[in-house]
């Protein structure tokens, strides 16, 4: 049964490309499913990819009825996804916030997927500069709810590429990652950020069985390295593969070291054809 309080089943924007077992792709904040397509058209011959983009985000609306989106809901509606369309991934693959949403999957419905793929995960609720501190105090929480002016002016032309686009990304990676930034609603944005910064999920992560890839970039200034060595070090059935020089998205950074590992990886564990 959903987790979520609405009439009918919200409908997530996604795209599905590909032939073979099914993957799901959960993108991270203020992102999109925009962000996979360099490897699902690298790897459309072995799985069928399903990039969905969360609420609020990308081209999906937000919940009309709640004011904020937070990590359960988006889980929930995730699994909604999945049985309005009749799928079983055999492999969530997430990114940052997203990989913690494939950790939450994993611990709701642990049938739901075979295997997991963590890029840069947040675990903890740590994420830059210690601010999910200050988010996760009353203070923060009353400052949140009333930025949604502050939000408006962050996703204006001038300021949104400087606040969302990294220096250390390409011209396309970057011009994708603004845009996704101008998408995000206030709702998802804030609501994200807020929840984060209360979840902790290590306590949990021992009850996790499936076979996971963590993937971290050794320089990430957005979510901790240490997120994903913990990760990798709780979980039961997990590997680490931390990319020197690399930051917080690392598969616009080394698409060909990240797409390779991936699908070694997912044919590994039979969520791909070899």
């Known amino acids: ?27 991270g904040w203020a992102s999109s499913g925009k962000m996979w397509q360099v490897m699902t058209d690298a790897l459309q011959d072995r799985a069928r990819f399903w990039a969905i983009d969360l609420a609020g985000f990308g081209a999906s609306p937000s919940l009309p009825a709640n004011p904020m989106l937070d990590i359960n809901t988006h889980a929930a509606l995730v699994m909604d996804f999945c049985d309005q369309h009749g799928i079983q991934p055999k492999a969530i693959v997430g990114h940052s916030m997203g ?3 494939a950790l939450k999957l994993a611990l709701l419905r642990p049938e ?3 295997a997991l793929v963590l890029l840069a995960p947040v ?10 501190r200050l988010v996760s105090t009353d203070v923060g929480s009353f400052a949140l709810a009333r930025s949604k002016p502050f939000w408006w ?3 204006s032309e001038l300021l949104a590429p400087l606040l969302s686009v990294p220096a250390y990304v390409g011209v396309e990676a970057a011009e994708r990652i603004r845009q996704d930034f101008i998408r995000a609603t206030w709702q998802a944005a804030t609501g994200a950020l807020a929840s984060i910064a209360r979840e902790n999920l290590e306590p949990d992560l021992r009850r996790i069985q499936q076979p996971t890839l963590v993937l971290i970039g050794a320089e990430d200034t957005t979510v901790p390295p240490q997120e994903g060595r913990l990760a990798a070090h709780r979980l039961q059935n997990a590997r680490l593969l931390e990319l020197p ?3 917080h998205q690392p598969l ?11 699908g070694a990886f997912l044919a590994e564990t039979g969520a791909a054809l070899p």
């Open 1 to 27: 049964m959903s987790l979520v309080n609405h009439t009918q089943p919200i409908q997530l924007h996604y795209t599905c490309a590909g032939a073979g077992p099914d993957v799901l792709l959960i993108h």
């Open 99 to 101: 990989g913690m949403l």
């Open 112 to 114: 739901l997927a075979e």
């Open 123 to 132: 675990v903890t609720g740590r994420f830059t500069l210690e601010l999910n």
């Open 153 to 155: 002016l962050a996703q």
């Open 245 to 247: 020089g690399v930051n």
């Open 252 to 262: 616009d950074e080394q698409p060909d070291t990240v797409i390779a590992a991936l």
